[in-house]
């Protein structure tokens, strides 16, 4: 109770470190169609369903999920990693007309820097109904206001058109292409870089 209290007062007072400073109900967001929310491990059935999709992991840095041991495996080594460590957030993406969990968002912070990367992916069924822009607006503001980042940033490979238009989307600009940024899938890609620096249009609630 201590450490919650004292989390809210440097909240108000721009000292959040990390994430586990944060009282658990801060993590949870709410926009009009989505719930933001920490993943579990009974989340893994439905994160398999669309990370095992090869349409889904086309452009990810990761390798689709072969068998549900690659979705325990994800959870533990990275997403509840990112728990332990307190740098980031990995959000559970629910649908709150299905209540099924169709994705995730997150934030992968460099934290000496106040910088944040924003990653996502979402289950095939749901595509082209811009819920992926509404949990990544949440997530922004959530970075900025919660975590007090000063950039936020996002990438993708250049070929992946919806992705570079969920970034646009969000507030962020296109910066420049990074050719070989990343070597994944056996060969180097050229990235789009998109970043936001700017605060003013991302209302915490709202
Ligand atoms: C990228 C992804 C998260 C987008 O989610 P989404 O909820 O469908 O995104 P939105 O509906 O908010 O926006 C998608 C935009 O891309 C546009 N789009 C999609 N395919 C397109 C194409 N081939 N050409 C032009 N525009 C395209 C849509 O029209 C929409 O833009 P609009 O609102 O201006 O019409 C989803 O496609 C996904 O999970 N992809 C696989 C994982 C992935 O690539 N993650 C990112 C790695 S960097």
Sequence with gaps: MARQSRAIKNLLLDKIESMLDLPEQFLTLQTPRLILRKLTIADAEDIFAY?????????????????????????????????????????????????????????YTKPVHRRAELGYALSRDYWGQGLMTEAAKAAIAFGFHVMHLQRIQGYCAVENISSARVLEKSGLEFEGILRNYVFTKESAWDVKMYAIISKSNFPLIG
Excluded at 65 to 76: E, Q, V
């Design 51 to 107: 990370a095992s999709d090869p349409q889904v992991t086309a452009y990810t840095l990761w390798e689709a999920h072969r068998s549900i041991d690659d979705t325990y495996d994800y959870l533990n080594n990275i997403v509840f990693e990112l728990y332990r460590s307190g740098q980031g957030m990995d959000w559970g993406i629910i649908s709150k007309k299905s209540n099924k969990l169709i994705g995730t968002c997150g934030l």
